[in-house]
T-cell receptor, first 112, second 114 residues
Framework: DSGVTQTPKHLITATGQRVTLRCSPR?????VYWYQQSLDQGLQFLIH???????AKGNILERFSAQQFPDLHSELNLSSLELGDSALYFC???????????FGPGTRLTVL | GDSVTQMEGPVTLSEEAFLTINCTYT??????LFWYVQYPGEGLQLLLKATKADDKGSNKGFEATYRKETTSFHLEKGSVQVSDSAVYFCAFNAGGTSYGKLTFGQGTILTVHP
């Protein structure tokens, strides 16, 4: 158990819909990262938040957004969903930027 | 740009065989290097890490040495077990403007037979 929690574990929705994925980092970790894992793209970095502020963006679509709240949990919002958004979405946290990241169990999103 | 190239799989071995999974990277600066493992149906777990040249990371019988001259971080284990069957990912954090982002290889599927 990494100490990072993600909910829900599975999510099935239809094209055009909007979903929210939630992540709670390890106790004391200020950094939260989001990654997408798909068969064709592999593991791709989406976005990094540190203590409530966005610090880096990767290959994140404009339809996707994230935020980190004062209690340090983070949410990834995916809107206008397309079939190609079906993937595993991982959240990770770290105590210091550049140090090892601890991953949650992931949320499997299926868009029908 | 930054990238990681991993040995293509799948890799199939018998129990107690020697394992090597090659990993080379392209990065600016002095990255920190990691190996993560993903067991079926689970998230990624950190297996080992190395933060500077010539460092050797080790854990659970796995080892990898940070070779700056060859930009490599090959994973080795002297005697694999059935329980080592998983997907292995090489990754690095380049620091600087990448600011914490991990860049991953495509993953190598390892299957160990009794």
């Amino acid at each position: 158990d990494s100490g990072v929690t993600q909910t829900p574990k599975h999510l099935i929705t239809a094209t055009g819909q909007r979903v929210t994925l939630r992540c709670s980092p390890r106790s004391g970790d200020l950094s939260v990262y989001w990654y997408q894992q798909s068969l064709d793209q592999g593991l791709q970095f989406l976005i990094h938040y540190y203590n409530g502020e966005e610090r880096a963006k990767g290959n994140i679509l404009e339809r996707f957004s994230a935020q980190q709240f004062p209690d340090l949990h983070s949410e990834l919002n995916l809107s206008s969903l397309e079939l190609g958004d079906s993937a595993l979405y991982f959240c990770a946290s770290s105590g210091r930027v550049g140090h090892e990241q601890f991953f949650g169990p992931g949320t499997r999103l299926t868009v029908l | 740009g930054d990238s990681v190239t991993q040995m293509e799989g799948p890799v199939t071995l018998s129990e107690e065989a020697f394992l090597t999974i090659n990993c080379t990277y392209t990065a600016t600066g002095y990255p920190s290097l990691f190996w993560y493992v993903q067991y079926p149906g689970e998230g990624l777990q950190l297996l080992l890490k190395a933060t500077k040249a010539d460092d050797k990371g080790s854990n659970k019988g796995f080892e990898a040495t940070y070779r700056k001259e060859t930009t490599s971080f090959h994973l080795e284990k002297g005697s694999v077990q059935v329980s080592d069957s998983a997907v292995y990912f090489c990754a690095f954090n380049a620091g600087g403007t990448s600011y914490g982002k991990l860049t991953f290889g495509q993953g190598t599927i390892l299957t160990v037979h009794p």
